[in-house]
């Protein structure tokens, strides 16, 4: 029977970020500081501190296993940092302060060890991209002509370390959100350029809008909804190229996809789909903020009160 696999965890900050290395190693984050890691395939957690860290909150990790690791602090201006482990989580170094004191972090991704990007809600009425091809050494932003405008209203959601994504061949896609939101950006060159498309979603309120994208091949799946109206689920999925039949009626926040199958969590519980998105069926009452695919396979999700688990099928 497929199920999630709770890890018995003290944790009680809420959990926005998550990593799935392999079935035995993942990390995951969020706020007052919190950063965790399992090596014992989710039995176990435990805490990575950042010093001077403690009170910003982590909305986004990735990590390349039990030794190296990117996390994401969210917030306005400098609140917004981008940090590197190289030994497990025991020294962090700072690689990237926002250096707009109107910008906001809202998702890191990396293709490989080295090769990453870090996007951010619009300054100047676009959205900030900052790629790395040195492992964080040194970040340079996006041209302001490469990226299409943001409309009024129009933001990410850090809420799940999911709203940007990375493929193979330095392709990169990430959703928005509020109103005006509902579109995809994406890159085909290592997040240099962008384009952006409509997915005929329409959201009226800071509240709603995508929150999560995934991809696989040329095909993606975007979730969302009202974090506000969390019971909702009205115009919460795209999929790229199909129109979705039967969808979940509740705020999505997450979603990982794999050939056709697909994943989507959000506080109410956890949704599969067998055709690629197109129709959903309920895994588990059991609800995350976010979900993370390993290279083999593992499933791990994250979310509030320090619930982490692994899906066990």
Not at 8 to 27: C, D, E, I, Y
């Amino acid at each position: 029977m497929a199920e999630w696999r709770l890890a018995k965890t003290p944790l009680r900050s809420n959990l926005r970020g998550v990593s799935a290395v392999s079935r035995q190693v993942a990390w995951a984050s969020g706020t007052n500081g919190l950063i965790v890691r399992s090596t014992d395939g989710g039995a176990n957690f435990f805490p990575r501190t950042v010093p001077g860290g403690e009170t910003l909150d982590y909305r986004d990790i990735e990590a390349f296993g039990a030794e190296v690791a990117y996390v994401m602090s969210a917030g306005p201006g400098s609140a917004s940092r981008v940090f590197k482990t190289e030994d497990g989580g025991q020294v962090w170094k700072l690689l990237l302060e926002n250096p707009d004191s109107q910008g906001f972090f809202d998702a890191i991704a990396f293709w490989d060890e080295r090769r990453g990007l870090v996007m951010g809600d619009p300054v100047n009425g676009r959205f900030t991209i900052r790629v790395t091809m040195d492992g964080g050494v040194s970040w340079k932003a996006a041209a302001a002509d490469a990226m299409p405008p943001a409309r009024l209203g129009e933001a990410a959601f850090a809420a799940s370390g999911t709203c940007l994504v990375v493929g193979p061949g330095g392709r990169a896609w990430f959703v928005t959100g509020g109103a005006g939101g509902g579109r995809v950006f994406a890159s085909l060159d290592w997040g240099r350029t962008w384009s952006v498309s409509e997915t005929g979603m329409a959201y009226s309120t800071a509240s709603s809008g995508l929150f999560a994208i995934a991809a696989h091949g040329a095909g993606w799946v975007a979730v969302g909804g009202d974090y506000r109206a969390e019971d909702r689920g009205t115009g919460n999925i795209a999929v790229r190229g199909a129109e979705v039949r039967k969808a979940p009626g509740v705020f999505l926040s997450g979603v990982v996809l794999l050939e056709g199958l697909a994943m989507a969590v959000g506080p109410r519980g956890t949704f599969l789909s067998r055709d690629g998105g197109k129709s959903w069926e309920t895994g588990s009452e059991v609800g995350f903020h976010t979900v993370s695919l390993a290279k083999d396979g593992t499933v791990y999700g994250a979310g509030a009160l320090g619930r982490i688990g692994r899906w066990v099928d």
